[in-house]
C-alpha cells in the first residue's frame, strides 16, 4: 500500500471505531488502540484525526484534559461507501477491542467533570453522568476558588456512583 493508502485505512478504521460504539471515544481510547497494535505513529494519525475533524467527519468536544470524538451522519456515510477497504483482521481486531473493553471505556466517558471560571471571578464545576447518549444526571455546583473547584471534579470521577444513589435514595 503507497502513503495515501495508508492513510485512508487509519481514517477508516476512527471511523470504523467510532461507529461501532454508541457512546464518544475519546481521543485516548483510540489512539491507544492504534498504536498499542502499530498501526501507524502518534505524528501520522495525529494528522489523520486533524483531517478527519476539518472535513467534517468526526465531531471533536473538549471536556477537561479530554477530547471526546463522535462519528458525524456525513462520516457514517464515507464510512459506508469505504468500509470494505478494512481487512477482517483488522475489523476482528477492533470488535474484540470494544468487546472486551465495552464497559471500561463506557465508564470513562459517560462521567465527566469540568469546571469554568465566571464573570464573578467564581469557579462552577459542572458534573454529569450519561448512559447511552442520555442525560442521567447534571449538577452545576459555584465554588470560590479554582482549587476547590478541581477537587470536587476529582471527587466526582471517583465517588460519581456513591452520589448518584444517595440523591435517588433520598429524593424518591
Excluded at 471560571?117 to 467564581?122: I, L, S, Y
Aim: charged share 30%.
Amino acid at each position: 500500500m503507497d502513503n495515501t493508502e495508508m492513510r485512508t485505512l487509519y481514517k477508516l478504521i476512527i471511523l470504523y471505531m467510532l461507529s461501532k460504539v454508541d457512546y464518544s471515544l475519546t481521543r485516548t481510547q483510540l489512539f491507544g488502540f492504534i498504536l498499542d497494535k502499530e498501526y501507524t505513529d502518534f505524528f501520522t494519525l495525529q494528522d489523520v484525526m486533524s483531517e478527519l475533524i476539518d472535513n467534517k467527519l468526526i465531531e471533536s468536544k473538549s471536556a477537561r484534559n479530554a477530547s471526546h470524538l463522535l462519528i458525524t451522519e456525513k462520516g457514517r456515510e464515507t464510512f459506508d461507501l469505504l468500509k470494505n477497504d478494512i481487512n477482517e483482521s483488522i475489523r476482528g481486531e477492533i470488535d474484540t477491542y470494544l468487546e472486551d473493553n465495552d464497559v471500561q471505556l463506557r465508564n470513562e466517558v459517560s462521567i465527566s467533570a469540568d469546571y469554568y471560571k465566571t464573570t464573578f471571578g467564581e469557579y462552577v464545576a459542572e458534573l454529569s453522568a450519561r448512559e447511552r447518549n442520555i442525560d442521567l444526571l447534571t449538577i452545576k455546583i459555584t465554588m470560590p476558588t479554582e482549587e476547590a473547584a478541581n477537587e470536587i471534579c476529582n471527587n466526582w470521577q471517583k465517588r460519581n456512583q456513591d452520589v448518584y444513589a444517595y440523591l435517588i435514595e433520598n429524593l424518591l
